[in-house]
């Protein structure tokens, strides 16, 4: 009986983020693809407007179609670059898919472990990310369900890279135990080939969020590693910048030109969003944060943690 | 990459109408089930909390499951309850298949003609309504796509209730024919059996929202008919008071236990919202809503009209 | 820097009140006229789009300038009218000014105790709701503050009519034991003349709402009065249908038309929502909510209690 | 009457911008300061909790109180550090009064024009912007209400810096012509000194955003002026990375060191955001924002324009 609307009406299907209490971020909905629930998580697929399908998680954005390139690019390719030969590969998490997918565009690499503790999400990815499919079925993949810690313990065998791609370290968080010194030091450490490099998704690094884990993990960091670069970039559908730290006891040495060079000889296909110039400003850090990260004296360490807003009510 | 929540986190998927420009419902939703677009309209089938299955025609809620018995009950069985016996009924809109599916329960009812003008709509809602399934394909149920005006004029068949289930009179819109002093005189009554009944829903009745269009049908119709008396119920996913106007040039003489005895005899099924007391609540308007219907003098014709937020631009 | 807006651009300022915690009812904002903080609560006067000023108590709207009239009018009227002569009346709660108003509106009325527990929110509504201004000023009205229970307990007086205008009666809640049949038995009714009527606000009356708090006080109220009389109305700005109970030893026995004669000679001024017609509609509740306040068999005791959404948490 | 919430309840007053159709930016808000209305925009200062006071324009944010220092220190100091000894200034638009707080930090300047059009939002900003009212009141600071483009036009003065503070160059926007090829060739060009620099706010530069505008102003400043260098920076409030262009007919040597060099020289008190580092990264965009300038073709002229969502209708 209502009555019918003429003219262009606004869109009324949305998915709302609260990035903040005071905070929130809204993209219109076109639909909601598939939702689920894992041992652990609640997960969704969303078609969004703005920025096309959205894997949520717990009421967090993970990743989005138009631009989930950039995490993921940022967060394998400089390290993958700045070794000499990346054959095998550990990561910690990863279950959506788009890390693997990265990795196994380097020619070089010839195994890579993905070690996630949800099995449900790791499924519910690879049957409903078509972007993934191909990497999913790749034989040079090796699918773990496990926590990635005890995954790591128990393995004996080194690695030419780890790639941290877990939750940000949040007290009484799952993942907390995977972002210490002691952890750093005695398992992830241990576990790298002599050239080895570590690199690790390292939270918000705006001009403001990056206080709440990006510096600390930095710091965490270099009182492990002898190199430790941080760096970060802009992603749109998290409306903020985001950060990834590289550690490694080998310097990192590439300039711009070197690493454009390696990506043409080594990655197949055609980054969207790295090159050495990208990686050049964005492992530039403006003058805010850079003096942040080196005024932090924080570090990770099984008797201590940092908070970030809606998380570690299981810890209080 | 992101933090995982550890506790509740909040609905993160809504549904949100504009009211009016300035006032805003939402309900948090579970999915989007259906989306379709006819040559007319933009239509979709939310799955929303609150209010369970809701059907959205170009962003506005047409009917949610959880009390959509509300509005079909009042809309059908006051008309055919007053008419000593309810044979062929004529409904102009209804789509939805809502109001053939309380019509239907009437034992007395031979024939109801269903007059929507949206063939897309209608076959969305018979695919996806399960409620409205039997009706649907109750051999008594003739549908016919056509311009209820139109099928009206053309057809020479005399009907004991016509029913109408139209969008509201907006200037411009594709109703507001159907709402017109000479329509009623030139069309509907013409088309009533001697003891006929026309019954119309009559949009927003609340104590503010009266003004919209309620008074003017009502004080249209009295223009028209002997006998009219409007009636009105809350209906909470509307977020509003919702109106009804029956017309007949027979006087409506049932008290509260007569209704009753008659919902008894005629009627299968136990009726959700609608007996006795309650129409006699619905029809008891409010003090200032009865001082505004007996003062209105506005009269819906061809050649004037009046406006709803978001409507009608087609006509300036 | 940024862009011009040439067009009609949107509301960007608005109130948001989560009605459920998956509905949402959101006005836009003018301004936001006054904030404060009180041992209690915390208080806001907003300036809203649709509904005018608001009053906010915890981020829930407790009245709204363009229809705080019908919450005041039903709360008051029925009894006072009710009453051979109700001289004097105990209000419990009641701070925002506006019930005291109405009952100061009733030429009979020579003294109205008004005894609300928060002093804060008290002076905040004298000072900024200019419509009470009058109301506070009255000789007749005196403020008592102090909790409810505790001022009539001490009280040896008795009062005409007395009012519960009090937060909903939630575990754990300030005013649950302002709900609890003994309250009723043992200190309300003995406080009450002979011809005595209690009468309370009694919580969202909706088809579904009811059965939150709206069944059960009627039902603890029918175990200890002999006659209970609960009634409705639909508020706009509360999204919702509302509920008041009225309760005596004495008959209610005056028809639409004696009402009426009653409001002509006792009320100074025109009611604007409440007449005789009014009441029969308000106290003549539909099918739904008929039945189901008639086989309500919970009774509020001290050791018992109903939830409503957001409320509570102190006494889990 | 409503219940008391006795736990945290949600913030309830929000400020939500449309920054696209399909994207929404929401603040929580603690008051709303002021609002105004001038000839030409609507004009408020909202107190919001994420980024304290926020002037808004026509429902769009221009500068958040916590981080406009990002905005202001790139669109002023990359040309003034650049520029051999930048004495006098013309600044188109600026009416906020934080272009001109930056310029006048630097020692050099002797004389900034400021020109804005719409003296009602100078007045406000000049009232409620207290971090301005220094530079406000600075004797250097000359503010003239007028056209930017008839004020340059008509004056035959030359200036060391033209800086353009202006809304972005939507067609039918009041601003569209004042970054047009003709204006910068016959207008700004003639207006500077041998050395001189213009620099212009150049609209959200994010991966995406940037062919909104960025590329294009970027382009048209390359047809004119023979060095130009876009750079970019993440504003959080703005929920994207924003771009600025440099241009003139002298290169830009400096190098990451001398920059900061002159930073220590030139400007009175220290920079929260903009460094030698800090520009480094800026200039140096991202892959995909890099080649989609190099590739722009698109040339604003009296005769072509490019659209932003939600602006512009008046031209259609």
């Not at 550690?247 to 990192?252: E, G, Q, T, V």
Request: net charge negative; aromatic share 12%.
């Amino acid at each position: 009986g209502k009555s019918y609307a003429l003219n262009g009406y606004r869109k009324s299907c949305w998915y709302e983020e609260e990035i903040e209490e005071d905070l929130r971020w809204c993209f219109a909905l076109n639909s909601i693809l598939h939702t689920g629930h894992s041992q652990f998580q609640d997960i969704a697929l969303l078609d969004t407007k703005p920025f096309g399908k959205a894997l949520v998680i717990d009421g967090k954005l993970q990743s989005a179609e138009t631009d989930e390139f950039i995490y993921h690019e940022c967060l394998v390719h400089p390290a993958l670059l700045h070794h000499p030969n990346p054959k095998t590969i550990f990561i910690m998490g990863g279950g959506e898919g788009s890390t693997a997918r990265e990795l196994l565009r380097h020619k070089a690499v010839e195994k890579v472990i993905m070690c996630d503790i949800d099995e449900e999400v790791v499924q519910f990815c690879k049957s409903h990310l078509v972007v993934n499919r191909e990497a999913f079925s790749d034989p040079r993949l090796e699918l773990v369900i496990n926590d990635a810690r005890a995954e790591l313990e128990h393995r004996e065998k080194q690695y030419d890279v780890i790639v941290g791609d877990l939750a940000d370290p949040i007290e009484g968080g799952p993942c907390y135990k995977l972002y210490t010194k002691s952890f750093y030091e005695l398992i992830v450490k241990p576990r790298l080939t002599p050239d080895g490099i570590f690199v690790t998704q390292a939270g918000p690094a705006g001009i403001f969020s990056h206080t709440e884990v990006f510096s600390c993990i930095y710091n965490t960091l270099r009182q492990v590693f002898k190199y430790v670069v941080p760096y970060s970039a802009h992603i749109p559908s998290y409306a903020d910048t985001w950060g990834w730290v590289m550690a490694s006891d080998k310097p990192f040495v590439l300039n711009a030109d070197e690493l454009d060079i390696r990506i043409k000889q080594r990655i197949k296909g055609e980054n969207r969003y790295f090159d050495g110039k990208t990686f050049t400003s964005a492992s530039t850090l403006s003058k805010a944060v850079r003096k942040s990260l080196f005024n932090e004296t924080h570090i990770y360490t099984e008797g201590s943690a940092k908070f970030i807003y809606g998380y570690g009510s299981a810890g209080k």
